[in-house]
């Protein structure tokens, strides 16, 4: 079973938020608002490659 979880910055007025999951090779992306759509799967390294990208463009 997956373990769906929020970013701690998001807020529960709706917007556009993501859920995330991580399991032992891969992280999985999906919509929090219709979590019945596709989601994405990545890798592990490259989820790290993009949140230290995304953080280091802040």
Known sequence: MKSWFK???SS???GECL???VTAQT???R???DTTRPGLTVGRAD???FVRYVT???
Do not use: P, T
């Open 31 to 33: 919509d929090s608002k």
């Open 7 to 9: 970013s701690s910055y």
């Open 47 to 49: 989820w790290v490659r």
């Open 27 to 29: 992280v999985l992306i």
């Open 12 to 14: 529960g007025e709706g």
């Open 19 to 21: 859920e995330v999951a």
């Open 56 to 58: 280091d463009a802040s």
